[in-house]
């Protein structure tokens, strides 16, 4: 057996798959590395089932409003073992195609977790391979914080093993995962609490977008229990514990979701061996074209540090593929302006700046923004609010950032963050005629900006400062 290749990818998700794929369109010899399903954290425990769950939530949603439009439901208990089988089974249709497809493009499956053994070369279940480029492309993992009982907590990975649907549910995180499977257990009939160390659920997105959030998951009757520092869980007779720094209790739960991020699932790599620069936090840093500071080596997607999206390790993947292989040297990805989407109840949409980052970048910056209960819900006695906000930088008021939520933001935002992206103004939005009805027409009709922020003035110190966005 040959066991010399053009390029190894190490990692069989989004960004392993990608390059490995274009490699061999461009006629190399290319092997992938996998220790478990083709696919990654996306298809098996991500994004898919994911948005399989979002759907039957939104399903659910669509069941308590009908009587108000006239249409006669109502909802018995989620089938909750149907619903999993039916997303297991379309799991497994996408792992079987990405199964195929490595063998028909002629790729080299690897089965096991490899290590570096120099920088050419990898260990595979004692075998070595080497290659002239080698590309570490193996995502991340939950972290579960190391508290008294951590263990009697699951992770998001552990969410999708569920055969039963909980009763009630502690989620840790007010994260991204934590108001997504907040959403989804609720809608499906879980009693569910939110807690988070942070004053705000999305804290690291524009303001607008956790205020209206809160709001909404309130009225869907999930508990909030912010600026919660959790220290420990506990077993009681009445189920599992949250205890917090400052004494408080919460319990009762029947499950708890540890949802406080990822990290980069590095440690096993024996990088060192490389002489591969890896951070304490496992992220291997890169230049702009994915080089790490070893020639020949390669980082993409989560363990980056970057933007952690599928889309964005899928695009990595392929223009480092194009510059290694297709003669385009300066191929590779532009982190800026890069469009995400929340699958939370409601959706969230944004892509470029947030309002206070784009005060801190830019002396001139105009905000419009609007809330409204959409036409989905005018018979509706269950209203969701749709708020919009544009961020306009300069005098021209170049559009930097778009931030909204509501439902069907998710599928509104792709084609306005291609204007983002060409650079569009508050002009060229103004100059588009609206579709109406449909909630995306505020973002063309927008006229009244926002107040500016007041700005006061220390009589004793003569600094200036601005209240907070």
Known sequence: MNTHFDLIAIGGGSGGLAVAEKAAQYGRRVAVVEAHKMGGTCVNNGCVPKKVMWYAANLAHAVDDANDFGIPASRGATDWRKLVQGRQAYIGRINNYWDGYVVDSGITR????????????????????????????????????????????????????????????????????????????????????????????????????????????HKQGIELHMSFTVAGLARTDK???????????????????????????????????????????????????????????????????????????????????????????????????????????????????????ARERHDKVTVYKTDFTPMRHALSAHGVTTAMKLVCAGDEQRVVGIHLIGENVDEMLQGFAVAVKMGATKADFDNTIAIHPISAEELVTMKVPEPEPEVHHSIDSGVEWKEAI
Do not use: C
């Open 239 to 357: 189920g599992i514990a949250l205890d917090a720094s400052d004494g408080e209790r919460l319990d009762g739960f029947d499950a708890v979701i540890w949802a406080v991020g990822r990290a980069p699932a590095t440690r096993e790599l024996a990088l060192d061996k490389a002489g591969v620069e890896m951070r304490a936090n496992g992220i291997v840093p890169t230049d702009e074209y994915q080089n790490t500071n070893v020639p020949g080596i390669y980082a993409i997607g989560d363990i980056t540090g970057r933007t952690p999206l599928t889309p964005v390790a899928i695009a990595a993947g392929r223009r480092l593929a194009a510059r290694l292989f297709n003669a385009q040297p300066r191929s590779h990805v532009d982190y800026d302006n890069i469009p995400s989407v929340v699958f939370a109840h409601p959706p969230v949409g944004t892509v470029g700046l947030t309002e206070r980052q």
């Open 110 to 217: 690897i089965d096991g977790r490899a290590r570096f053994v120099d920088s050419r070369t990898i260990e595979v279940d004692g075998q070595t391979y080497t290659a002239d480029h080698i590309v570490v492309a193996t995502g991340g993992r939950p972290i579960v914080p190391p508290v008294p009982g951590a263990e009697l907590g699951i992770t998001s990975d552990g969410f999708f093993e569920l055969t039963a649907q909980p009763r009630k549910v502690a989620i840790i995180g007010a994260g991204y995962i934590g108001v997504e499977l907040a959403g989804v257990l609720r809608a499906l009939g879980s009693e569910v609490s939110v807690v988070a160390l942070e004053a705000r659920v999305l804290e690291t997105f524009d303001d607008m977008i956790g205020d209206v959030l809160m709001d909404e998951m």
